[in-house]
């Protein structure tokens, strides 16, 4: 699972990101580090805020509607579907969003979050809290930069 998300665990608001394209440079080229390669399952809200396809990675949507019909997007009915189509690649992603991060929280083994240091107003989707068979394994933080409009960490959870 692969994450971004405020103090109060936000991770949107209002159909969208919580912070504007290139406010959060650090993050999207760390996504990027991370999925390149592999496969991304998001839900059909996800999509709609991104708006396309992303690049040299297997996007598949999980959708209850019809079938999506943008260039380089795979369609699922359930997260079986959707892992089953990713089953051609070494790691898929979960990214998002709130409804899926909820449905698959205690069946994944690794979370990649970054953790924004700060609240971000008018927020209306959040990630589930972790209980204790969440142990963090990795951190590592950064500041406020040209790039980057919070100060922000890279933070890795196991299930113990």
Same mark, same amino acid.
């Given at each position: 699972? /692969?994450?971004?998300?405020?103090?109060?665990?936000?991770?949107?608001?209002?159909?969208?990101?919580?912070?504007?394209?290139?406010?959060?440079?650090?993050?999207?080229?760390?996504?990027?580090?991370?999925?390149?390669?592999?496969?991304?399952?998001? +839900?059909?809200?996800? %999509?709609?805020?991104?708006? *396309?396809? %992303?690049?040299?990675?297997?996007?598949?949507?999980?959708?209850? +509607?019809?079938?999506?019909?943008?260039?380089?997007?795979?369609?699922?009915?359930? %997260?079986?579907?959707?892992?089953?189509?990713?089953?051609?690649?070494?790691?898929?992603?979960?990214?998002?969003? +709130?409804?899926?991060?909820?449905?698959?929280?205690?069946?994944?083994?690794?979370?990649?979050?970054?953790? /924004?240091?700060?609240?971000?107003?008018?927020?209306?989707? *959040? *990630?589930?809290?972790?209980?204790?068979?969440?142990?963090?394994?990795?951190?590592?933080?950064?500041?406020?930069?040209?790039?980057?409009?919070?100060?922000?960490? *890279?933070?890795?959870?196991?299930?113990?």
């Amino acid at each position: 699972m /692969v994450v971004a998300y405020d103090r109060e665990r936000a991770i949107g608001k209002s159909g969208g990101l919580l912070w504007e394209r290139g406010e959060m440079h650090g993050d999207i080229t760390h996504f990027k580090e991370l999925t390149t390669g592999s496969a991304v399952i998001m +839900g059909r809200k996800t %999509l709609d805020s991104i708006g *396309f396809a %992303l690049p040299n990675r297997q996007n598949i949507v999980i959708t209850r +509607g019809n079938n999506i019909e943008i260039p380089g997007i795979q369609t699922a009915h359930s %997260l079986d579907e959707a892992y089953s189509m990713a089953g051609g690649v070494d790691e898929s992603f979960i990214m998002g969003g +709130g409804e899926i991060y909820n449905q698959v929280i205690n069946n994944v083994e690794k979370i990649y979050a970054t953790e /924004v240091d700060a609240v971000i107003q008018g927020a209306d989707t *959040f *990630f589930p809290k972790l209980d204790n068979s969440w142990q963090k394994t990795g951190e590592q933080q950064f500041s406020i930069d040209n790039d980057n409009i919070y100060p922000y960490s *890279f933070v890795t959870y196991e299930k113990r």
